[in-house]
């Protein structure tokens, strides 16, 4: 393809490291349901997914509704784990500063959690205004909605798009826009990255290259 006009970026994994907190916290509240799953297990089931999407699961396996205050739970511990220990993804602040055209972020998170997350991190004033959530479009991701949706938003053509993905469903709902995905694997697996339909890179400091 051409060079991309605009870079959407997704949030957890690609611009703050959070997906070790996070999975270890959504591992031990899954526990304490009877779900017996650890980290790993959590991010190879759950990365991508919106919570709404994540909560389903979790009801199919436990065979009864998660109760009332979990997911509300689960994102208090979340953000209390994040506090002392979220950083941005090495070299992303780099790649950030020097982007020579417009960027901006699609996450299956809530817009209030990408703002915490990118303000802890010293990201914010880069998003600020070009924040995307699938809490916003009918789909998340697998489906091509959020993509879509901000490609809209920021008046850019979808197949002027390329997104950068850490995760199956994120790489899916990428080819489903008809957009082309880097798949970012500092902490996936890059085969399954790359089945998904991803060109796959494993350090920040790569992407620049990669963007033509």
């Known amino acids: 393809m051409s060079s991309p006009r605009l870079v959407i970026f997704d949030c957890d994994g690609v611009l703050v ?14 526990n304490e349901l009877g779900l017996d799953l650890d980290p790993d297990e959590v991010c ?23 109760p009332s205050g979990f997911v509300a739970d689960v994102r208090a511990r979340t953000l209390e784990a994040f506090r002392d220990e979220l950083r941005p993804v090495p070299g992303v602040v780099e790649v950030i500063r020097a982007l020579d055209r417009p960027y901006c972020v699609a ?13 802890r991190t010293g990201l914010l004033a880069s998003f600020e205004g070009r924040m ?5 479009v009918p789909r998340g991701k697998p489906s ?11 008046s850019v053509a979808p197949e002027a798009c390329i997104v950068v993905e850490d995760s199956v469903p994120g790489v899916l709902a990428a080819r489903a826009a008809d957009m082309p995905a880097l798949g970012f694997a500092a902490r996936s697996d890059p085969e399954r990255l790359a089945r998904a339909g991803a060109r ?9 290259v990669l963007l033509g």
């Open 132 to 136: 995307f959530s699938a809490s916003q």
């Open 17 to 30: 490291d959070s997906e070790p907190s996070a999975n270890r916290v959504f591992a031990a509240a899954l």
């Open 44 to 66: 190879a089931t759950f990365i991508g997914l919106s919570m709404s999407r994540c909560v389903e699961i979790i009801e199919q396996r436990l065979g009864r509704p998660v």
């Open 107 to 119: 996450s299956s998170g809530e817009l209030e959690k990408m703002r915490f997350t990118l303000g």
């Open 144 to 154: 091509p909605d959020l993509f879509l949706f901000a490609a809209r938003e920021m």
């Open 200 to 208: 796959v890179f494993q350090k920040m400091s790569e992407l620049p």
